[in-house]
């Protein structure tokens, strides 16, 4: 008894020394942690895609450059072995839902998800790793019949009417352990609001009455997918009109807005080619659906990140990143894990856990 009183005096004692030597400029490492993570279909490789696509006339060749970006874009999605659901939806959804001043009842299949691009059917509502003929069913899918009757654009809350319909052909897109993804397609801004805004897509009305503050649609989907903030499993990316607007003379701020607050990608609708755009767009839902929480804060510089037994190195590009906000692990370009990988983080953590 006397003997274990003594051994546990001693340590006590020459743990109070070695903190107290040093002054400010002590360091010292607590014991090593390790999270040991591994993706599987029930975990951070679920993505369900929503493409919200302008159905107006002067909407065709930026249709068809999405069409031509789609390989790019779909690529990596296939190579790792991701779970995912790919659908599209106008920007007429709006009119579908029940609750709109001016509301139809012959509107009530506005908001279905698209198969038809005015001359041929693909038949498949919800494009998924099992389609032997992804890219021919989204050539059809994102090249919506047009709509010449002159609506203005609501992209949110055409998204926010599909996603929430019950009907057959939508019910089931969205998975409660999936990342949501939502990927607006449109040369005009949104003017989304319970009446019409007239004149708002051409004036730039951004002050109407009519209008539903952007930060709706963002509450919208945080309410949706049960999450928020640095740890928020959904995003909103744009292929709009951003830099040097090619059609109708202005960028569109609304659309930018929800991008930028949801850690979406925005990309040019006036470039010739969607091609990096896309691959952006991708690249930023392969990073934010691939991210690993770890359980304790850790001390960076001991990080080490090992994927399927290889060392991962530390780089913004093909290698892996801490997320201090969020404290988690992300992963970029290569090095965004395939479906399976037994993924490990060792680490220092940054204080002693007590519990």
Not at 54 to 67: E, I, R, T, Y
Not at 139 to 162: E, H, L, V, W, Y
Not at 286 to 304: G, H, K, N
Request: aromatic residues 10%; negative net charge.
């Amino acid at each position: 008894m006397k003997k274990s009183f003594l051994s546990q005096l001693l340590v006590m004692s020459s743990l109070v020394i070695f903190v107290g030597c040093g002054s400010d400029s002590t360091n010292y490492s607590l014991l090593p942690s390790a999270e040991i993570f591994e993706q599987t279909t029930a975990f951070n490789n679920k993505l369900d895609i929503l493409f919200v696509i302008s159905d107006k006339p002067s909407m065709s060749s930026h249709q068809a450059k999405l069409v031509a970006s789609f390989a790019t874009f779909i690529n990596q999605f296939v190579s790792k072995g991701f779970d995912f659901k790919i659908a599209v939806v106008t920007t007429s959804a709006y009119m579908a839902d029940p609750t709109l001043n001016g509301y139809d009842s012959a509107d009530v299949a506005e908001a279905d998800f698209n198969d038809s691009d005015g001359t041929q059917n693909s038949g498949i509502y919800v494009i998924t790793p099992d389609d032997p003929n992804i890219l021919t069913d989204f050539a059809i899918n994102a090249k919506p019949d047009k709509n010449t009757s002159g609506q203005d654009g609501r992209a949110f809350s055409s998204f926010r009417q599909a996603l929430n319909s019950t009907r057959p052909i939508n019910q089931g897109f969205l998975r409660p352990d999936s990342f949501l993804a939502v990927v607006i397609v449109d040369n005009a801004d949104d003017f989304s609001g319970n009446g019409r805004c007239v004149g708002c897509n051409v004036s730039g009305r951004y002050n109407a009455p009519t209008l539903d503050a952007v930060s709706v649609y963002k509450d919208y989907l945080e309410t949706l997918t049960g999450t928020s903030g640095a740890t928020a499993r959904f995003n909103v990316s744009a292929m709009t009109q951003s830099a040097s607007p090619c059609q109708g003379g202005q960028n569109m701020v609304r659309i930018m807005d929800l991008a930028n607050t949801t850690n979406g990608v925005i990309g040019d609708i006036c470039q010739s080619d969607f091609g990096a755009s896309m691959a952006e767009i991708s690249n930023q839902i392969s990073t934010l659906s691939t991210q690993f929480f770890l359980d304790r804060e850790p001390i960076v510089s001991s990080i080490s990140v090992i994927v399927d037994g290889a060392v991962i190195a530390q780089d913004p590009n093909n290698g892996w990143q801490y997320n201090a906000t969020a404290n988690s692990i992300t992963f970029h370009g290569t090095a965004v894990p395939a479906q399976g990988s037994q993924i490990m983080v060792n680490f220092d953590p940054l204080t002693i856990d007590t519990n």
